[in-house]
């Protein structure tokens, strides 16, 4: 289903689909799932956000995984909030974000942050395209749990990438150095895999982040390595230390053992 929206919006893609279409429902389904996961630990030293590594399957999978990360946030309320992710159904060399200026879910619109992309077409290897967000699922996904668990604050910034890490380190420095902000990059991890074999492909890459090692993470590590991987270089340069806030794959939610997509969330606090 799309949610229709005006010049200048980008409409819902992933609504009915990946996530309840009705608001009512939408908004119980998401604030569910962070009652669930219980409330925010302490701030982080000097009050930065941490940076949060979400996937972004349909709710029903990774539903309890998101929100654990978002969770996080609780009452510290970002002032941008930028989101990383793949293009799964357009080629893409570099980063993409968009022209539009608004993106609609279901709960309503979320404004574009105009400062944070205009410093992002500053640098090399980003433009301005709709297309690669058009029917794209990874950032959209996200954006019912900013709007549920940040509230209607802060304006996004998405960016879908496949750039080097240290094309999207370089980003994330112009973007991202106010302590206000906070970046999640959208990925889930092993896909198409049994399920035990899903877990140890995932085990290798869990661990590939909490050692802050971008180098051992591969095309079949992760949908968005190219976001993943660069957010580990950033964040080491930053000081970030990653921890793991919880992973499953789609069969403990009752999908096929045989053919599992496995899902983790993380903060590099």
């Known amino acids: 289903m799309t949610v229709h929206s005006g010049p200048g919006v980008r409409p819902a893609a992933a609504a009915g689909t990946f996530y309840p279409a009705d608001p009512a429902r939408l908004a119980a389904t998401v604030d569910a799932l962070l009652a669930a996961a219980g409330p925010a630990p302490a701030p982080t030293p000097g009050g930065r956000l941490p940076a949060l ?11 309890p ?6 969770a996080l946030v609780g009452d510290r309320s970002p002032r941008r909030v930028v ?3 793949p293009a799964h159904f357009v ?9 539009a200026d608004e993106w609609s879910t279901p709960l309503g619109r979320v404004p574009v942050d105009r400062p944070a992309r205009d410093l992002a077409l500053a640098l090399a290897g980003v433009r301005a395209a709709d297309e690669p967000h058009a029917g794209e699922h990874a950032v959209e996904v996200q954006l019912p749990f900013v709007q549920r668990a940040v509230g209607p604050g802060p304006a996004v910034l998405p960016v879908a990438t496949a750039a ?3 094309e999207v380190a370089i980003l994330l420095d112009a973007i991202a150095a106010d302590p206000g902000t906070l970046v999640i990059a959208s990925t889930d991890l092993s896909h198409f895999l ?16 909490l050692a802050l090692r971008p180098d051992l993470l591969g095309p079949s590590s992760a949908c968005g390595a190219h976001a993943l991987r660069g957010l580990l270089v950033w964040a080491r340069r930053t000081g970030r230390t990653p921890a793991l806030l919880a992973y499953r794959t789609s069969a403990d939610a ?9 899902y983790a969330a993380f903060a590099l606090g």
């Open 53 to 63: 590594v979400v996937p972004h399957a349909g709710y029903r999978y990774c539903g």
């Open 65 to 70: 995984v998101a929100a654990a990360a978002f």
């Open 83 to 85: 989101v990383l992710g």
């Open 91 to 99: 080629p893409l060399t570099g980063s993409a974000v968009p022209h």
């Open 164 to 166: 080097p890490p240290a």
């Open 194 to 209: 049994p399920d035990a074999a899903a877990r140890d492909r995932d085990r290798d890459t869990i661990e590939a982040v």
């Open 254 to 262: 009752g999908g096929d053992p045989h053919r599992v997509v496995g």
